[in-house]
């Protein structure tokens, strides 16, 4: 309530003519990738404030309300911050692949973020055991052992530690799958950043539980975190890192 009475102070200081005030423009959305199925909470930074309705009699100002859009879907604004940025829900029924955002003011001015957001695929499965021989597959089952359909026992993910990095250099990220059948693992995992857009996203198969897997980054910034995220249950993120322009 304080922010937004301390917004609506600086609006009336600063006030022109509603008709004439530009709509904000999008400067950035964060993440830029999000994962289908997820109700993922994302950062929209303007370049100014929303506009609002400026009563010079009554000295009064009133934010327009904004409708934040992702494709043909509202996402629910959960707040917005002192700069003007807006901390929104998306819906978790996003398609995967390209969606435009949109801000739509009430007095019908629009603004359209320049990049857009991606909207992932679910991460892929632990696959369950099959076989024959002992699981080229990645699921380790041998036929006639009994444990055809069974999932592997991998309980968790892990990355190694990653040093501060360069924007569009390629580095190595280590991915270690962890339990009591973690060597068995052969199977590949989602990769996403907080910031910027990774790539790939989806890794190459793990050999003996690990992989060693080169990506890349292509904007700069600070407390990078990397997720991995196998299936509807296996998440883990690495440690806040640096991406430096050059």
């Known amino acids: 309530m ?4 301390a917004l609506l102070s600086t609006l009336l200081l600063c006030a022109c003519e509603i008709g004439a005030s530009p709509a904000p423009s999008i ?3 964060e993440p830029e990738e999000v994962v289908s199925g997820e109700a993922a909470t994302i950062t929209v930074r303007l370049d100014a404030p929303p506009l609002a309705r400026v009563d010079y009699g009554n000295k009064t100002a009133t ?3 904004p409708t934040l859009r992702i494709g043909d879907q509202e996402a629910r604004i959960e707040r ?5 940025s807006l901390v929104a829900t998306l819906p978790a ?3 995967a692949g390209h969606q435009d955002v949109r801000l739509e003011l009430g007095d019908g001015h629009e603004a359209v973020g320049a990049v857009g957001l991606t909207v992932l695929p679910p991460p892929p499965a632990l ?5 024959p021989g002992g699981g080229t597959d990645g699921t380790g089952g041998t036929e006639g052992t009994g444990d055809e359909g069974r999932r592997l026992l991998v309980t968790g993910l892990r990355m190694d530690p990653i040093p501060d990095q360069i924007r569009g250099v390629p580095f190595v990220v280590t991915l270690r799958a962890e339990g009591p059948e973690a060597t068995l693992f052969a199977g590949q995992v989602q990769l996403t950043a907080n910031k910027g857009r990774l790539r790939p996203n989806l890794s190459n198969p793990f050999r003996d539980g690990v992989r060693s897997e080169q990506v890349v980054i292509d904007k700069p910034g600070a407390n990078v975190v990397l997720t991995v995220r196998m299936g509807d249950e296996l998440v883990a993120q690495s440690n806040p890192f640096k991406v430096s322009p050059d």
């Open 2 to 5: 304080l922010r937004k009475t």
């Open 93 to 95: 029924t996003l398609s």
């Open 127 to 131: 696959t369950p055991r099959s076989g």
């Open 63 to 65: 934010l327009l309300t």
């Open 80 to 84: 917005m911050e002192h700069d003007g």
């Open 27 to 29: 400067v950035s959305i």
